[in-house]
């Protein structure tokens, strides 16, 4: 067959591109010129050449100009609003339901994107934080020990020398292990117990940036006995004096010259601080110079390096380090490792933190929280928009005959969802800033309003209405400009398009809804569990009263004595830490160990397994008879016996450490949580100390076990006895129950917002249905009327409408609950000690969906079943 | 462009020809007017431009300049010789 056409491809790619008015003759020219090349030469030749020619052509001024009419954009837009805002106000309810869920969503976003924010915002504020590391030790052998934040004296000092040339500065961080320290005026006209008082190197003020009001950050700390108070101190101490130059008198013995008022400690940092005491006051303390021991490790240590790329290769020098001067016992059992920080509030989790830090997971639970209520209001307004659809069937008929091109409805309807989302914003806005101080309560945050302005959220909030916007507006915009004219304009039809892809946008929400409330019943359970559990030792009614320190050392046996003769109190003991809460560590050699180990440890007075209720499974508790006590013998935990590998209890009994024949192992107890369920019961030493040196730092607490009856006088009593004993020592105390229930702080905020969210988007998907089942009711109207006059009862009718919606709850069970089943098992993987993940919780939850979806469509149901078919069918 | 392939040796594009026909048109050095369909041409129409007096002059003055310029060429510069 001989060829006489031209490429095909070649001939609609021209007419594709080409401005009409100019196609006819340049198609025409390149025919020409192909057919007198087809005679010239051969065929494949003119196909070159014709599509040569083709793109030659291919310039901007034979282009299709876009049929746009630019200058009368502006009209449009109005009349867009126009239409829009007719639009809303004829079909109010529909409107404000709509904006009203949305804007619910949008406010709980934002809600916690504050919240995000304020979380990383953590420790930025200094202008060197990413050089900025804190040290950790790491002291464990057989998976047993302590990870601690805190490193002994000299360990600053040496790595400096050591490394000068990465480090920068170190600062250093002690409280003398104290949770209270007495501070007060020279005239002792005021006296406190202070928790936020740290000693600290002079370099403070070279690596944190924190604003000093009054004084020199260069000299303020570098001389012996000078502290440094925030603002608010200032004002506790001095009323309305300059504090500067001023005296205040420390441990009742020794006297600080004020030599800088700072400004508050903002909220967002991971230690806060009342007060700074120049480091070199320690050596007071200590006869003359710094404690030398690498074995004690209470200072936190930071370091400044000179750029991020040191920390890398001194981190890699840390081995040997700590070979070099760590003592031999311990030496193989040490690691050290910087950490970043920046890092330090949301993933360091180690034991002896100044203060507790929050945690990774609980901020990404929070993102998919908002991420889940965003998609379910953003899922309400599709759903709503092409429910609505049909209605505005007609219009759009009428736009596309008077020439409107598909393009510009698409706009228009974008345009209107960008209104309603920008609507929805300014009453989010409006919902967040009632309810911030709410959420700031519930959080223990201090977020002001007025984050709002910065740049970050600026941005956000413009971003927001015109994402959700685009996002929830694309589809039922598609729809909307889809409709062709001539089926438009025809006849009303009722046809409900896309129904099958609502439907399945209906089950979406229900299921993440299910999904959160799934997750708080878990979330509220795990946490009941953790608090109420038996922890194996008795929490309710023993007070604990602070006495490190404090001169209770020669009183003490008198004191006990004392308390007990009052028939309330039942028990007096003394111990290392808050029992339940913290504990620390110790290194013993025990029989079978060729090196002395790190175990946790306690150092208690007698009666301490009495006080606290703790079965003793072998042999025999500490006695007040056996003077060598507290020297030869020790008592251990059930899991210690396991972790070394004895058979029994019994056999624990006898054995030696210390490597002498005359320490050995007295009593085995039962296994109790000493500190919080996070973790598994590790391997315990309960260690007596009866020395009066012991309440310097080893004894912290008195703990006091009362019957109960008649409280507050038992404790004035307690009070009057010490105030005789102890006087010039204020008395403080607490309850174990109290401060037990701050260890799981951190779950409980989480478990109290996620139920407040997951009600919300509960909330939300359920306007959603309501705006939906109001929509179907109408639509339906006619239906539902000929069959009420062809004899369908009202209950027939009703079953009929919900039985739609149901389905759809069901389905949207079935689907979420294995869905929450993996999130739940995974989160719970990070506790040591998780809950059953009860069934009956799913059979709960989904009970509550149903029942709040019926109630929802209830109302459209009965005022669908009880309609007079008269007024509908009244005009067929 | 066939006489210019002849005369000159070179070959033109058919869009190059048309770019600046569609100038000289906007800028009313000559007119179009539609010819009639062919067969050769798949039934299309031709264009066809005719040149406006404007253009006939514009043709002369650019003739014009060119040969004055030339003319102003001295005669040694033209003049080759082995030296």
């Known amino acids: 067959m001989l060829k006489t056409s031209p490429p095909k491809w070649a001939d609609r790619f021209l007419e594709w591109y080409c401005n009409p008015a100019l196609l006819e003759h340049i198609q025409g020219d390149i025919h020409e010129l192909y057919q007198r090349s087809l005679r010239a030469r051969n065929g494949r030749m003119a196909d070159c050449l014709f599509i040569w020619n083709v793109f030659r052509f291919f310039r901007w001024s034979n282009i299709k100009r876009s049929r746009k009419n630019s200058s009368s954009s502006f009209m449009m837009y109005k009349n867009y609003f126009t239409v829009f805002k007719r639009g809303f106000v004829k079909q109010k309810g529909y409107s404000f339901l709509n904006i009203f869920g949305l804007a619910i969503g949008i406010a709980c976003f934002l809600l916690i994107s504050l919240y995000v924010r304020d979380e990383y915002s953590f420790d930025r504020m200094h202008a060197k934080a990413d050089r900025i590391y804190r040290v950790h030790e790491i002291f464990e052998s057989d998976g047993v020990g302590e990870r601690s934040a805190s490193l002994p004296f000299p360990v600053a000092e040496a790595l400096q020398n050591d490394h000068e040339s990465q480090i920068l500065k170190y600062v250093r961080f002690f409280n003398l292990q104290a949770p209270v320290l007495p501070l007060a005026t020279i005239d002792n006209t005021k006296e406190f117990h202070e928790a936020r008082l740290f000693f600290t190197d002079s370099t403070f003020f070279d690596v944190f940036d924190f604003r000093i009001l009054k004084g020199d950050t260069k000299s303020a700390l570098s001389k012996t006995n000078s502290i440094v108070l925030t603002e608010s101190m200032a004002r506790k101490y001095f009323g309305d004096e300059d504090p500067m130059g001023k005296y205040l008198r420390f441990h009742g013995n020794t006297n600080l010259l004020v030599t800088g008022v700072l400004e508050d400690v903002p909220a967002n940092t991971h230690f806060q601080f009342d007060f700074l005491v120049s480091f070199q006051t320690l050596k007071a303390f200590y006869d003359g110079a710094f404690p030398t021991s690498w074995h004690w490790n209470p200072c936190w240590t930071y370091l400044l390096l000179k750029d991020r790329e040191s920390a890398a290769p001194l981190e890699a020098a840390m081995p040997a380090f700590v070979q070099k001067y760590f003592p031999e016992f311990i030496r193989n059992d040490i690691s050290l490792k910087l950490f970043p920080l920046t890092d330090i509030h949301l993933k360091s989790h180690m034991d002896y933190e100044i203060q507790p830090n929050s945690s990774l997971t609980t901020v990404y639970v929070f993102v998919s929280i908002a991420v889940f209520v965003l998609l379910i209001a953003c899922i309400n307004f599709v759903n709503l928009s092409t429910a609505r659809a049909t209605k505005r069937a007609k219009e759009v008929g009428m736009r596309k005959t008077l020439g409107g091109q598909r393009a510009q409805l698409i706009t228009q309807f974008l345009f209107e969802s960008m209104m309603l989302c920008l609507l929805s914003v300014l009453i989010a806005i409006l919902i967040v800033a009632i309810a911030l101080p709410a959420f700031n309560s519930l959080t223990e945050k201090n977020i002001p309003i007025t984050i709002l302005l910065e740049r970050y959220f600026l941005g956000l909030l413009i971003l927001l209405p015109l994402s959700v916007g685009v996002i929830s507006g694309a589809y039922p915009a598609f729809v909307l400009s889809s409709f062709k004219p001539i089926t438009a304009l025809k006849s009303t039809i009722n046809q409900e398009r896309g129904a099958t892809f609502r439907k399945a946008l209906v089950i979406v929400q229900f299921s993440l809804s299910i999904i959160l409330l799934i997750g708080t019943g878990v979330a509220i359970d795990q946490l009941d569990m953790l608090q109420q559990s038996d922890t194996g030792f008795t929490r309710k009614n023993i007070i604990m009263i602070p006495v490190t320190r404090s001169p209770i050392a020669k009183n003490y046996e008198s004191l006990k004595a004392e308390f007990l003769r009052n028939p309330n109190t039942l028990s007096v003991t003394g111990v290392e830490e808050i029992l339940g809460a913290k504990h620390q560590v110790g290194s013993f050699l025990f029989e079978g160990l060729t090196e002395s180990r790190p175990f946790p440890r306690l150092n208690t007075r007698h009666d301490f397994i009495k006080t606290f209720d703790i079965p003793l499974v072998a042999g025999r508790d500490y006695s007040e008879d056996i003077v060598t006590d507290d020297s030869l013998a020790l008592m251990v935990n059930e899991q210690f016996v396991k972790q070394m590998g004895w058979k029994s209890n019994e056999e624990a009994l006898g054995k030696t450490f210390d490597q002498r024949s005359n320490r050995v192992i007295i009593g085995v107890v039962k296994d109790f949580n000493f500190t919080s369920r996070h973790q598994p019961i590790r391997p315990l030493v309960l260690d007596l100390n009866t020395t009066e040196r012991g309440f310097e730092i080893r004894i912290k607490y008195l703990a006091v076990k009362i019957s109960g009856k008649d409280i507050p006088e038992t404790i004035s009593w307690m009070q009057q006895q010490w105030k005789a004993q102890i006087p010039g020592w204020p008395f403080q105390y607490f309850f174990l129950e109290n401060n037990l229930e701050n260890l799981y702080k951190a779950e409980n905020k989480m478990s109290k917002i996620t139920l407040i969210f997951s009600g919300l988007s509960i909330l939300v998907a359920c306007l959603g249905l309501f705006g939906l089942s109001t929509f179907t009711a109408e639509q339906r109207k006619k239906e539902m009327s000929i069959r009420k006059v062809l004899g369908g009862s009202d209950t027939e009718i009703f079953m009929l409408f919900s039985k739609r919606f149901f389905l759809l709850i069901l389905i949207s069970n079935l689907v979420a609950f294995p869905l929450a089943y993996i999130l739940m098992k995974q989160w719970l993987a990070t506790f040591a000690y998780q809950v059953n993940i009860d069934f009956t919780l799913f059979l709960f939850a989904a009970l509550a969906a149903v029942g709040i979806a019926f109630i929802t469509i209830c109302y459209q149901a009965l005022r669908a079943a009880h309609t007079n078919p008269a007024e509908v069918l009244k005009n067929e | ?83």
Do not use: C, W, Y
């Open chain 2, 1 to 83: 462009m066939d006489e210019i392939e002849k005369q000159a040796g070179r070959n033109m594009n058919i869009s190059a020809v048309h770019a600046v026909l569609t100038r000289l048109e906007d800028k009313g050095f000559v007119t179009s007017k539609m010819g009639d369909p062919t067969q050769e041409r798949g039934g299309r129409r031709k264009r066809i431009f005719l040149l406006t007096a404007s253009g006939k002059r514009a043709l002369e003055e650019v003739n014009e300049l060119r040969n004055q310029l030339f003319n102003q060429i001295p005669k040694v510069a033209l003049q080759f010789k082995l030296v």
